[in-house]
């Protein structure tokens, strides 16, 4: 496979420890990249990479060419027959893998093996395409050791030592370049637009979707991932309170929910005291940014709806931090214009008709009030023998009716699609809102942690005068739901379970990823100004950073100059203090031959500097005692010799 | 145009001495000082500069800042190799050359002895004439390099160039420095292939004895009077008579004295590729020697260090 366009000069065949490191790096490039690549095409790829192992071991020698080349072929076919494309992440991660793994094939020089370990460097990259997460980036920059490793075996005459040593001298090399990287990653200017299109995620994310049928949710509130972080400027509001809002439903086609963006000047809302928070969302793969009800301006990159629903200009494909101000308490479109009416009053023709006459014997029976209906159909939930619960019996054509006259039981999306629906019949402007509702308070981080199995779904029904007022029907049937969370609404067994205490301890841990979302992952633009605002940099220009970087990284290579140049100071003091002498005397002009030994140097010297032959003489005695008296010599000797040396001062004299 | 290279090459040869080949010679002991040593890329190290920073755009591109930590990770921990690599070689001194003992046309056997500073320096080459030795010196220890230096004619040969170079610890930076040490090694002239015995003054032709000695000739049978030490029990045992070991020693060689005038027909180089000669073939057969020549006169004497005397005398000749 290589191109014979160069000619190569002849390379000594590969030593084993560098084939071995390979083969762990190889291995480790294969593990980051298991989770995202299909079972079958790791374990064939795991099972090669042995056989070749263990081949260049038992019985070393080449793997012929047609070999080499039909392994190309299947490795390709077998990425496109399972992604039907070669381009893209998944499958270029495949196939990346995949070449690494066939590169060994053809490594028997220190030159292949250098090529193949500067790959997995790339290789260990992309892995992150996928998971940035705290865990997975550090066990990538762990892949990095046995690469190191790799490369500083293949340099010879080095220290010998047991494979599990050669990884250390890489740990260190790791740990002492930390400094100069954590510098370079903060002043590193980053891109405003990107230089070609962000990969679009095929990966079928879970999460809330644009529309709602009920029953959907079922999956979601099994999913303990986190959704996203809310660290509150001030008080966190209280637990009614935390409602974040994700899409507005309008649309109703007797079993589904659809939203239908509008866009258009977000509808007007009177709002009381205002709350202050810096949201990190983790990547959903759509464009929603959820918002604690009632949102009051759009972030930047991000625009609001007619409904106050917020859309990123971009799909959220990586963790996004924005901050928000929201007002808790809040008068939402005080006036409704006819052709919203309509919207809101629309109800499909042939569904339901128990809850419709259900809807209009209420409107008959408290005629103009509102919230009289409003209130009965809350009554309805709570004193209906409605249950909670995560598994309902199957509905059939008419859900609602099926829902509110038969089963009686169900989650958050019948209870608030029924609701709607009800209103609808009686008259009232509704709709469905989902989003999350709740949330963990994690107490040393200050922030609330919402999972996806936080989503809920609820309802706003216009009244005069007071707007889109939301209710939440599931509170009525379930309190639990919104005053604890969906955990303890979802508990059916005891309440202690090892599944409770997972969750539980999971909930504390995840501080530090909220430390590693908002620290690295959300480490943007604005928090780079945001760091440098208190050192008096307010400029963040391209320029500028590059400056700062250049700045740092010169004083980082000052430091390590200095300890490259640095030698120790010799063990031997008396050596030491004899150099310093020799430097004073040859400074006089008594240089020490090559070959000269002390007595013969000292007896020149003395001749030289006759004035000074008593000191020099004595000086010679001691150097000579202490050099071949004793096998150890007393350190009141070296003593007293180091304070001669340095007592001693050559007087240069007139001839 | 030449004149300009002429004074490129005067003015590194000035400033930067140990970047060029043309160093100039400086007496042992050498050391590596810091600012003897450069360093530049490696073809692989620029190839790995030139994926770094394909990795950093593409952890911008996509705004993944994991992947730009580890870019920047290993983009520090590859110039920190650097440092590294110039510390492989910073401070290491050669104290000392030893040469070995070789005759025109045929490699020498130098060996270098390297020692090292406060630090170890591992992975170093040391590059002569196309031949490359790797080795490594602990801290405050010590090392020998063994290289071939091939010779061509006698007399004394001056050390070439050393290039002393690391890619220690990762292959990426190629740090070097020139050395060219104030030394030179004495090449042994070539003996003569093939030609008259020298004359000698005496009988030409004497009878060997046989002398009692340490070797054993031949089994004989006993006579009366023979040691009762010298009879093989062990062999007599098998025979009807008693045999008895046969110690003999060849008579010591003839003495020869060589002479430089002796020679008088015979171009200077050939008399000493003759005495070469002489001298080899007396000391294969352990023959006492001695040698008169303009510049010195040697005495009777036989053995190696007799011989290698003899040769050097030889190859100093002017």
């Known amino acids: ?101 066939l590169k060994l094939f053809e490594t028997e020089t220190p030159r292949d093996a250098r090529v193949g370990a500067a790959f997995s460097c790339f290789a260990l990259m992309t892995a992150l395409l996928f998971d940035q997460g705290m865990v997975a980036t550090v066990l990538v920059a762990l892949g990095l050791l046995p690469a190191l490793a790799t490369l500083r075996a293949l340099q010879p005459a080095r220290p010998a030592s047991s494979l599990p040593h050669e990884l250390l001298p890489a740990l260190k090399l790791l740990a002492a370049s930390l400094p100069l990287a954590l510098l370079a ?40 991932r986190p959704a996203m972080r809310v660290a509150f400027v001030g008080a966190p509001p209280p637990n009614q309170q935390r409602y974040f809002r994700a899409y507005v439903l309008w649309n109703y086609d007797g079993r589904t929910w659809n939203g239908s963006e509008r866009n258009g000047t977000p509808a007007t809302v009177e709002h009381g005291p205002v709350t202050q928070y810096t949201v990190t969302l983790e990547a959903t793969g759509q464009r929603v940014l959820p918002a604690l009800d009632v949102p009051l301006e759009a972030p930047a990159q991000a625009s609001m709806s007619a409904d106050r629903e917020m859309r990123a200009d971009r799909p959220v494909n990586d963790p996004l931090v924005y901050s928000l101000r929201s007002a808790p308490r809040y008068r939402l479109q005080g006036q409704l214009s006819e052709r919203e009416r309509q919207r809101a009053l629309q109800l499909p023709q042939g569904f339901d008709p128990q809850a419709r006459a259900l809807g209009q014997r209420w409107r008959s029976q408290y005629g103009g009030n509102d919230a009289a209906i409003v209130q009965a159909a809350m009554t309805l939930f709570h004193d209906g023998g409605f249950s909670y619960t995560l598994a309902p019996a199957p509905l059939g054509h008419n859900t609602v009716d099926d829902f509110l006259f038969g089963t009686h039981e169900g989650f958050c999306e019948h209870y608030a699609s029924s609701f709607v629906v009800l209103m609808r019949a009686a008259g009232i402007p509704a709709r469905v809102v989902t989003g999350y509702q709740g949330g963990y308070w994690n107490k040393v981080g200050n922030y609330l942690l919402v999972r996806q199995a936080d989503a809920h779904a609820w309802s706003e029904v216009w009244l005069p005068e007071r707007g889109w007022v939301r209710m939440d029907p599931t509170a009525a049937v379930r309190p639990e739901r919104v005053s604890q969370g969906s955990a303890a609404a979802n508990a059916t067994a005891a309440d202690w379970s090892p599944n409770q205490w997972w969750l539980s301890w999971r909930n504390r841990w995840d501080i530090v990823n909220q430390w590693w979302n908002q620290g690295v992952i959300g480490f943007d633009t604005l928090r780079q100004r945001g760091l440098l605002t208190p050192f008096g940099v307010h400029d963040t220009s391209v320029g500028m950073l590059g400056l700062l970087l250049a700045v740092g990284g ?25 150099r310093m002498l020799e430097k004073r005397l040859a400074a006089a002009g008594v240089t020490r031959r090559h070959s000269e030994g002390p007595q013969h140097y000292f007896s020149r010297a003395a001749r030289a500097l006759p004035s000074q032959r008593e000191q020099l003489e004595h000086l010679m005695r001691t150097y000579l005692e202490l050099r071949y008296a004793y096998d150890e010599p007393p350190a009141d000797l ?5 304070q001669a040396a340095r007592d001693f001062r050559p007087r240069r004299v007139v001839k | 145009m030449l004149a300009a290279i002429r004074r490129v090459q005067t003015w590194a040869e000035r400033r930067l001495p140990a970047l060029t080949r043309y160093k100039r010679t400086e007496p042992l002991p050498i050391v590596l000082h810091r600012r003897r040593v450069y360093i530049v890329p490696t073809a692989f ?44 070689l910073d401070g290491l001194k050669l104290t000392g050359i030893r040469q070995g003992q070789a005759i025109a046309g045929e490699p020498m056997a130098i060996t270098l002895v390297f020692s090292g500073s406060g630090h170890a320096h ?10 490359a030795e790797a080795f490594a010196v602990e801290a405050h220890g010590e090392t020998l390099v063994s ?3 091939d010779t061509h004619r006698r007399g004394w040969r001056p050390m070439p160039r ?26 042994w002239p070539h003996p003569e292939n093939g030609g008259p015995p020298p004359l000698l003054p005496g009988e030409a032709s004497q009878r060997q004895r046989l002398h009692q000695g340490e070797d054993i000739a031949a089994l004989r049978a006993y006579r009366a009077g023979d040691p009762q030490r010298h009879i093989s029990w062990k062999h007599s045992a098998r025979h009807d008579s008693l045999l008895v070991k046969d110690f003999e020693q060849p008579e010591a060689q003839e003495e020869w004295h060589l002479d430089w005038r002796q020679l008088a027909q015979l171009s200077p180089e050939s008399r000493i590729e003759r005495l070469a000669r002489w001298l080899g073939e007396a000391e294969t057969v352990g023959r006492p020697t001695s040698l008169w020549l303009p510049t010195e006169d040697i005495g009777l004497g036989h053995g190696r260090s007799h011989y290698s005397h003899c040769m050097n005398a030889l190859a100093r000749l002017p």
Not at chain 1, 638 to 642: A, V
Not at chain 2, 122 to 131: G, K, L, P, R, W
Request: proline share 6%; net charge positive; hydrophobic share 55%.
């Open chain 1, 1 to 101: 496979m290589r191109l014979s366009l160069f000619r190569h000069k002849h390379q000594a065949p590969l030593e084993q420890r560098p084939f071995d490191l390979l083969c762990i790096t190889v291995a480790v490039v294969l593990g980051v990249h298991a989770p995202h690549l299909p079972a079958w095409f790791t374990l064939a790829l795991a099972v090669m990479l042995g056989l070749r192992w263990w081949q260049r071991r038992a019985r070393p020698g080449r793997a012929p060419a047609y070999l080499k080349l039909s392994l190309l072929a299947l490795l390709t076919a077998a990425v496109i027959s399972h992604y039907s494309t070669l381009f893209g992440r998944e499958p270029g991660a495949a196939l990346v893998a995949g070449l690494l793994v």
């Open chain 1, 185 to 224: 990653f903060v002043f590193v200017p980053r891109l405003s637009s990107p230089l070609w299109g962000a990969p679009n995620s095929t990966q079928g994310r879970t999460g809330l979707s644009e529309d709602m049928l009920p029953g959907d949710f079922a999956a979601l509130f099994e999913d303990e």
């Open chain 1, 554 to 578: 010169s004083l980082f290579a000052v430091g390590g100059l200095l300890w490259a140049v640095w030698q120790r100071p010799e063990a031997d003091r008396a050596h030491t203090s004899m």
């Open chain 1, 638 to 642: 070296l003593k007293n010799f180091r």
């Open chain 2, 45 to 88: 190290g620029a190839a790995f500069t030139v994926l770094l920073l394909i990795m950093l755009v593409g952890a911008l591109n996509y705004t993944n800042n994991a992947a730009l930590m580890l870019t920047c990770l290993l983009g520090s921990a590859t110039s920190a190799s650097m440092l590294i690599a110039f510390r492989s």
């Open chain 2, 122 to 131: 591992v992975s170093v080459h040391a590059d002569m004439n196309d031949q």
């Open chain 2, 147 to 149: 290289l071939q230096l």
């Open chain 2, 162 to 187: 050393i290039k002393l170079w690391s890619n220690w610890p990762l292959g990426l930076f190629h740090a070097w420095s020139w050395i060219h040490p104030d030394q030179a090694v004495l090449v």
